[in-house]
């Protein structure tokens, strides 16, 4: 049982990389807020497909909140969130298959040109995006506060590297699942416990 002396006021949910803020897992999480008790405000940031404003983002955001915080992120949007981590009070943590070295990544599609998957504007990773990276990869830290959920059969990042970098989090890993997590709906009594939140026992993640 939660105690409810400890949930948080607000949940932040951190979209990944050329995502968008009603991506499905966002609208799962929006409605399993919407369920909670107690009930949290729940925030989703359209977040830029470059590192550099999605992070000041980001930082403005968790700034105008007022009272506890958990704040969620997927793949790029993890590395977000563990940025915010460092420099902010956040009660908890919740990461999905996150990016955790997304440089390595950016270096080797360096040059790549993609449409972004919501609005069709077409973009090229690029040297500011390396740099942008550079700038915000720190040590990890409170990994004590994170909870990470991750695919065995995630097909763009090896989860093992987050299991190594993450060392002190609480891990659930999901046999089998992929970078989309297909399991995220039934985990989300878990994700929101996290923040000392309670779901409905007849919670039902389809409308």
């Known amino acids: 049982m939660n105690d409810h002396a400890n949930a948080v006021d607000n949940v932040l949910y951190l979209h990944g ?14 409605r399993a807020c919407e369920q909670a008790r107690p009930r ?5 940031p359209a977040l830029s497909h470059h590192p550099g ?36 009070d956040v009660a908890s943590v919740v ?11 950016a270096l080797e599609r360096m040059g790549a040109e993609i449409e972004h998957v ?3 504007e077409m973009f090229v990773i690029d040297e500011s ?22 695919g065995s059969e ?3 990042l090896d989860y ?20 989309g997590l297909s399991r995220y709906p039934e985990l989300l009594s878990t994700v929101l416990a996290h923040g000392g939140l309670t779901l409905p026992e007849d919670f039902n993640p389809v409308p």
């Not at 992070?55 to 969130?81: C, D, H, N, P």
């Not at 995006?129 to 004590?144: G, K, P, S, T």
């Not at 987050?162 to 060392?167: D, I, N, P, R, T």
């Open 53 to 88: 404003p999605a992070w000041q983002t980001a930082q403005e955001v968790m700034s105008t909140l007022t009272g506890r915080t958990m704040v969620i992120g997927s793949s790029m949007g993890g590395f977000l969130a563990m940025g915010l981590a460092r420099t902010h």
């Open 17 to 30: 990389f050329n995502s968008h803020p009603g991506s499905a897992k966002a609208e799962l999480t929006r």
């Open 118 to 120: 919501e609005t069709g």
């Open 95 to 105: 990461l999905i298959n996150p990016a955790v070295d997304p440089l390595k990544i």
């Open 154 to 156: 995630d097909e763009i």
């Open 40 to 44: 949290p405000r729940f925030i989703a």
């Open 129 to 150: 995006f390396a740099d942008a990276l550079r700038e915000q990869q720190a040590e990890v830290v409170n990994a004590e506060r994170f909870l990470v959920l991750l």
């Open 160 to 179: 093992r590297q987050a299991l190594e970098m993450l060392e002190g989090s609480r891990f659930v890993i999901n046999e089998g699942d992929d970078h």
